[in-house]
Structures are given as C-alpha cells and as structure tokens.
Nanobody
C-alpha cells in the first residue's frame, strides 16, 4: 500500500521562508506527477504547483508565483515546496498529492495518493 507524507510545516513570521518535503513509501516519486495543494479554513482546496515526472514544473496560483518553487531530489526520492516571502494569507494546511500517469493538473480529483497535510501558519 502506497503512502505519502508531508513534513516541514510550522509557524513562521511574515516575510520568512519554509521548505516542505513530500516523501513516499510503496512508490517512487521520481516516476510520478506530484503537486502541492493547500486548504485554508472555510476555503476550497487549491492547487499551487506541479512537477511532472520529466521535471517540468507548472505554477497554478498567481499569488505564489515568484515566491514558491517545486523541486525533486531523485536521489532521495523527495519532492520539495520552497516557500519564500510568506504572507499571513499563506496560512493553510499544505498537501502533497501524486499520480502515476498523465500530466500536471490542478484538480484534486486527478490525484491518486495524498498525504495527511502539514500546517503552515504565517503570523507575527
């Protein structure tokens, strides 16, 4: 049974940075399409960025362009979300999701495996 897990969330001051990690067991992320989503209280889950199996990245949310970056370390089979210049409105639970086939999509239903989420709180 495949399992995906995020780590690295926490409390950070506005303007600060965090790096989230997504690791898996039972599957190899380097062969998968992996995306980061987030969900704030009372809001729908929204797609942030996606990384194809070939390493091409797509950013879906305009408000994170230039601040968030997705990457993958194939040696450690881990996908990262680097977040800089964090704002209070970035506060949410952040999820990693992955799928074996196809292309990047920002639709949650497109992904087969999800982590449990990690809380990111941006506050002074």
């Amino acid at each position: 049974q495949a399992h995906v897990a995020e780590s690295g969330g926490g409390l950070v001051q506005p303007g600060g940075s965090l790096r989230l990690s997504c690791a898996a067991s039972g599957l190899a992320l380097r062969y998968y399409v992996t995306a980061w989503f987030r969900q704030a209280p009372g809001k729908e889950r929204e797609g942030l960025l996606c990384l194809s199996s070939s390493g091409d990245s797509t950013t879906y949310l305009d408000s994170v362009k230039g601040r968030f970056t997705i990457s993958r370390d194939n040696a450690n089979d881990t996908v990262y979300l680097e977040m800089n210049s964090l704002k209070p409105e970035d506060t949410a639970i952040y999820y990693c999701a992955t799928r074996r086939w196809g292309v990047c999509r920002d639709l949650p239903d497109s992904y087969d495996y999800w982590g449990q989420g990690t809380q990111v709180t941006v506050s002074s």
